[in-house]
């Protein structure tokens, strides 16, 4: 199958009824099983026959020669030059990772184990700042600096009993300012988190947060902690050597939770449950390398997604965790997919000749399901939604709210795929409505159904699941990319927005004319200049 079939495929099958395809053995036929996660894919409008096609595909992209050049270190980031080894940070079992002819695992466990030692002493108070024991923590960083351990530490809620952390990215003042505020700098810690220590936002944050401390504490630089792959410029910080952990450039920013930058979740959880959730990366990295294609989990997430998006041509996916505490799960899965494969050209430097990545969004239900819901069941696009929910929840007394959860997630599901027919609907308002009337008030209840979904069941949000749930969509994203030949480990489309943010800021201080601007710019330029100075 190559992309024209799997776009004729499509097209033939769209208006065919998912229903019907129910046969007694679909319903585990069509989901993956791996370790304690179950992906069920069974509401999808893909057939055994499309599902070979698509598995085709991804042999034809030599799926796994590409994740095991991955796995070994090769240089597979080939714009940056680069090798794609976040999987190392998790490779806790010290299996030989080797880059360049160097085994890169000794320095990766020993960073761990110093910030290991770090947060231990955070938490245990034998690292203290000017007042005494550390009771705030504030995590300065962007992008890939801060979503994947604000994403964590929310998410693991349950297990924190460290000090309590804060996350500033924006470049607006008004986060940091929020943030500092009610904060006592003699018993705050402040982690400047950036891979390349050079950027815009979280260097501003940070010589704002530098200031603050300093009102108060004698030596500010010592209640500073630095994660970063450029030690040269953390030194020039004065941050002191004990407290800075590097990593190399083989980890990209979205990928790097599971190293230093992961610091302010390990503080916050401790290190034993930091290591769980390593573990459970880990095992998905088993996984992703030894299941079977059809019991391969990221691999058949992957199929279905390039199905619904490059196949049927659904622009957007809605990712949709039942799980309060996953609440930034969608924003973090933003970055990592959007930022890996939205790209328009493949790595020969031709054309996609079908579209990349999907818009990714969604809230947790089931908050969504009252704001935006309408859309998914009603509008005229067909939006896939990935549910997600856990079987137990970490409040056994509230379980009786843990089942009406679970049910709405089962629920929406199964709203999406059943509909409701017009005689359906008609049915429901005989005796209130009659003749037109009945028709046009039925009209507006139908729900026409056969909307895709896929649902992950866990058992409880642990720090172990948590690993497995971002590992599987870190290879989810990889096999997608592979699939469409791209490389997903770049990101020059952040570029020239930050070029053009440098170049306005004199503009906009009055110090630069703004006359090589095109003339909406120039008119906004003034009118924030006139209604500022
Ligand atoms: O960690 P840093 O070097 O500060 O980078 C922070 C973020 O900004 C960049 O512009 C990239 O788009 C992200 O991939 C990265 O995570």
Known sequence: MNWTDLQKTAAAVADRPILDLFDAERAESFSVEAGDLLFDYSKTNLDAETRQGLLDMAEAADWTGRRDAMFDGAPINETEGRAVLHTALRNLDARPVTVDGTDVMPEVLGTLGRMEGFAQAVREG???????????????????????????????????????????????????????????????????????????ETMTNAATAKAW?????????????????????TNQWGIDESRV????DWVGGRYSVWGPIGLSLMIAVGP?????????????DTHFRSAEPLDNMPL????????????CGHATRAVLPYEQRLARLPAYLQQLEMESNGKRVAMDGQELPVDSGP???????????????????????????????????????????????????????EALLRGRSLDEARALLEGKFEGEELERQARHRVFPGNRPSTMLVYPQLTPFVLGQIVALYEHRVFVEGALLGLNSFDQWGVELGK??????????????????????????????????D
Request: charged share 20%.
């Open 213 to 233: 401390m300093g009102e108060q504490v004698r030596d500010p630089a010592g209640q500073f902690a630095a994660l970063s792959s450029a030690l040269d410029k």
């Open 126 to 200: 034998d690292y203290t700042g000017q007042g005494g024991r550390i009771t705030d923590v504030v995590n300065i960083g962007i992008g890939g600096s801060d979503l994947g351990p604000a994403m964590a530490v929310q998410a693991l809620s349950p297990y924190q009993d460290g000090p309590r952390c804060h996350f500033v990215s924006n470049v607006d003042g008004a986060q940091i300012a929020d943030t500092l505020r009610g904060l006592d700098p003699e018993t705050t810690l402040v982690i400047v988190a950036s891979k390349t220590f050079t950027t815009i």
């Open 272 to 284: 034993e449950a930091f290591r769980a959730f390593l573990s459970g990366g880990q095992a998905m």
């Open 359 to 413: 818009v990714v969004w969604g809230e947790p239900g089931t908050n969504g399901q009252h704001a935006f819901y309408q859309l998914i069941h009603q509008g005229t696009r067909v939006v896939p939604c990935e549910f997600m929910v856990g079987a137990e929840s970490h409040e056994p007394d509230l379980a009786h709210q843990h089942r009406l959860l679970v049910a709405n997630a089962l629920a929406q599901a």
């Open 499 to 532: 070029e053009l943010a440098k170049a306005l800021e004199p503009v906009l201080a009055g110090e630069v004319s703004a006359e090589d601007k095109d003339a909406s710019t120039r008119r906004l330029v003034d009118h924030v200049r006139a209604r500022r």
């Open 245 to 248: 952990f590097g990593f190399a």
């Open 300 to 311: 058949m997430l992957a199929l279905v997604g390039i199905w619904h998006n490059q196949g």
